[in-house]
């Protein structure tokens, strides 16, 4: 079974960064798709960004132009940089894996079989 375990969220003020961090089983490779999803409490979850094996990434509207999907993959690894945070950007952040592809990557929730616990992330204003 793998394993994704999620950090980095904190309590920010609107404007600010914040960078999370997803790191996943020594036995997933990073050859299928992974990506960052969030859901507020009372809304549905939301599709954030995906990576597919190439390092090809793919952003939500809402985030695009403010986040930034990256890994290294030496450290298993995956990152999120969030920048100029806003209030709506409130959520439980997770990380995810869609084990049956490798590219074209989607954002819907439901293709994704591996979840990690996830990791809080609050903007003030």
């Known amino acids: 079974q793998v394993q994704l375990l999620e950090s980095g969220g904190n309590s920010v003020q609107a404007g600010g960064s914040l960078r999370l961090s997803c790191a996943y089983s020594?036995?997933?490779?990073?050859?299928?798709?992974m990506a960052w999803f969030r859901q507020a409490p009372g809304k549905e979850r939301e599709g954030v960004a995906s990576?597919?094996?190439?390092?090809?990434?793919n952003y939500a509207d809402s985030v695009k132009g403010r986040f930034t999907f990256s890994e290294d993959n030496a450290r298993n690894t995956l990152y999120l940089q969030m920048d100029s945070l806003k209030p709506e950007d409130t959520a439980m952040y997770y990380c995810?894996?869609?084990?049956?592809?490798?590219?074209?990557?989607?954002?819907?929730?439901?293709?994704?079989?591996?979840w990690g616990q996830g990791t809080q992330v609050t903007v003030s204003s």
């Open positions: 990576i597919d094996i190439d390092g090809t990434t």
């Open positions: 995810a894996a869609d084990m049956t592809r490798w590219r074209s990557c989607t954002l819907r929730s439901s293709a994704h079989s591996t």
């Open positions: 020594r036995f997933l490779l990073r050859r299928t798709c």
